[in-house]
């Protein structure tokens, strides 16, 4: 049987007052809600996103040496990472170790690791699970995750399964949202670039329809729009959204414009159709200078040429900002994921 994680809400003013919790939604107060693990964006509700923020704003304040800094001290972090990463994984590592924490990794799993001799995710699974409190895995098949989870008896984290889902990043894609243009509901989205293979941008778009008022723009080269299973599930929820081969248009509509990059790796022999789909859509000056004076660009980086270095110093440039609230977000999760919500930074 798996293990349960719990996170309860402790009414006591010494814990409140700690925690800042009366900016929590008044529901979740006093509730127990479950979160054995963070494998897709769908598992997520408005109340638990609001209390993960809240969590992660906290982060934010922790100082070396601190008491907070030692919440996960005695505690284990295993990253496998399957697909190449650097931002993702040594912000994870980053966020075990700045809450005391320490960290097992292996950077390159299916080529450094017992998968090059052929064995099973599952097996690979059942093995660090014994040496580790926590793992965090990256994949190149869509659904490892959740296969991971379902074998797994401690937390797994989904760091991007292939072209399926990047949680982690599409809950610090919200929460620079939230940040940078002040709110969720009543914001319009341009996602641009690859939609087909763009993990973050599918999962953003599940975690931006649970807010109210939202418009989605796609914008992207022919050979990767976005998947009807994305589109299906917004209509369902009552998101607008719109296909759009303009991105001057869009961007002048838009509070956030997020870019993605054409991914190669996807095409596999079709060098043709990435060929066809590379530097279709380039954010520059002249998309800058249409954007509204609160309007953001974001990207989950690495980046190649879809975003020109000039942009980079334009106060509207969030990427990098964007990047550093992965840190916090990730040590919110862990924190939350390991003990619950049962101890404030004071403590």
């Not at 505690?75 to 320490?102: H, I, N, Q």
């Not at 008896?153 to 940040?179: K, M």
Request: charged content about 25%.
């Amino acid at each position: 049987m798996r293990c349960l994680f719990y996170l309860e809400w402790l009414l006591h003013p010494h814990f409140l007052h700690a925690l800042n919790i009366e900016s929590v939604p008044s529901s979740l107060v006093g509730k127990k809600f479950q979160l054995d693990d963070v494998i897709e964006a769908q598992q997520f509700s408005r109340d638990i996103l609001s209390a993960i923020f809240q969590v992660a704003r906290e982060m934010e304040k922790i100082e070396k040496n601190s008491p907070g800094s030692q919440f996960l001290k005695g505690y284990l972090m295993a990253t496998l990472f399957y697909e190449p990463s650097t931002r993702t994984r040594l912000s994870f590592e980053s966020a075990m170790k700045r809450l005391g924490g320490e960290v097992l990794t292996t950077e390159n799993a299916r080529e450094f690791s017992s998968a090059a001799k052929g064995e099973t995710l599952e097996d690979t699974i059942r093995t660090v699970e014994g040496y580790s409190d926590i793992i965090v895995m990256r994949h190149f098949e869509s659904g490892a995750a959740r296969r991971a989870a379902t074998m797994a008896s401690i937390p797994i984290i989904n760091a991007g399964d292939g072209p399926g889902q990047h949680p982690t990043q599409a809950l610090l894609d919200v929460y620079t949202i939230e940040r940078e243009i002040g709110k969720l509901d009543s914001i319009k989205v341009g996602l641009v670039g690859d939609l087909a293979n763009g993990r973050t941008v599918r999962s953003l778009a599940y975690l931006l329809s649970k807010y109210q008022d939202v418009k989605i723009y796609f914008v992207s080269p022919e050979v990767v729009k976005m998947k009807d299973d994305i589109k299906e599930y917004l209509t369902s929820k009552g998101v607008e959204w719109e296909e759009s081969a303009d991105l001057m248009e869009v961007a002048s509509k838009c509070d956030v414009v997020y870019q993605t990059r054409i991914q190669r790796e996807r095409f596999g022999a079709r060098i043709d159709l990435y060929e066809e789909a590379q530097g279709k859509y380039i954010v520059d000056r002249d998309v800058l200078g249409v954007m509204q004076k609160h309007a953001v660009v974001m990207h989950p980086l690495p980046r190649l040429d879809e975003i020109t270095v000039d942009v980079d110093a334009d106060p509207r440039a969030a990427y990098f900002r964007q990047a550093k609230n992965g840190l916090f977000i990730r040590m919110a999760l862990l924190k939350l994921l390991l003990l619950g919500w049962m101890r404030g930074l004071n403590e």
